[in-house]
């Protein structure tokens, strides 16, 4: 089935909190074997709530594309911690932050996407000074109240999609990341060089917070609803 169109990246988002929309119980039985154990090493139900919800999210939209019940989605695991399928027809990632998930998948090649929240109480200064650029820090340094934080927040999805969309997560040093801002948006990654990555700030309705997604490719990217998945 191909959902994409004429488009060739999608993004969707997801409420993952327990007042949400999102049925538990319907969301743990669609989970893997792995995922379930992966559930009950978490202490709090809070956690493993949001992690029952996103996974089983995950795998409803994988199942959408890719014509499989939802729970027998063959989801592996490279060896920094990226998922993918063994396929080159669909390529995913997903967030999140606190109850909100975001899921990007595509069909042209590796997506990385991250998502955090406004009200994240977070020490701008010194994260910055440790893991921002010389000209992130300037930028950030030109900017007062809401519009730094938010900037912050901003850079700060920007660097963790390009960190994620080839998987290799922490081992790319945050510093080797620098994002270039157009007219007050992040608007391309000037290093690290290889491999070429665009990326896109995603601005979600009612979110409060800042979304990125990077690709190894220019995308044509649509946000979708999760209502109209099954249409
Ligand atoms: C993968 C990483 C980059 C992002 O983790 P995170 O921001 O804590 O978590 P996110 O919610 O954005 O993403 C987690 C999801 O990404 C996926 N993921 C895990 N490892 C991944 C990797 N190496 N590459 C791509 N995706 C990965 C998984 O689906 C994971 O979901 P799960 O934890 O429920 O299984 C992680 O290495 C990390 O620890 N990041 C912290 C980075 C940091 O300190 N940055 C400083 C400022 S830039």
Redesign the pocket.
């Known amino acids: 089935m191909n959902k994409f169109g004429d488009e060739d990246t999608h993004v969707y988002h997801a409420d993952i909190s327990d007042g949400g929309p999102l049925d538990l119980e319907s969301c743990w039985r669609v989970l893997s074997g792995a995922e379930k154990a992966r559930v009950e090493r978490f202490h709090f139900d809070l956690h493993r709530h949001r992690?029952v919800r996103?996974?089983g999210q995950m795998r409803r939209i994988l199942a959408a594309y890719l014509d499989l019940p939802a729970d027998s989605i063959p989801i592996k695991t490279e060896t920094?911690?990226?998922?993918f399928i063994d396929t080159k027809e669909l390529y995913f990632?997903?967030?999140?932050?606190k109850d909100v998930a975001v899921f990007a998948l595509s069909n042209r090649g590796h997506v990385?996407i991250?998502?955090e929240l406004f009200d994240r109480k977070v020490e701008i200064d010194d994260?910055s000074r440790h893991?921002y650029t010389s000209s992130e820090q300037e930028l950030l340094a030109n900017l007062t109240g809401v519009e730094r934080s938010r900037m912050f927040f901003w850079l700060?999805t920007a660097?963790?999609a390009r960190?994620?969309v080839t998987?290799?997560?922490?081992a790319l040093d945050?510093r080797h990341i620098d994002v270039v801002v157009e007219h007050g948006w992040p608007a391309a990654y000037r290093l690290p060089l290889e491999p070429w990555a665009s990326l896109v700030p995603v601005v979600l309705e009612n979110l409060g917070g800042a979304c990125t997604v990077a690709s190894l490719f220019k995308p044509n990217l649509a946000v979708k609803r999760l209502d109209d998945l099954n249409s």
Do not use: I, Q
């Open positions: 992690y996103a996974h920094r911690g990226k998922p990632n997903m967030s999140h932050s990385g991250d998502v994260l893991y700060w660097k963790e960190m994620k998987g290799e997560g922490l945050p």
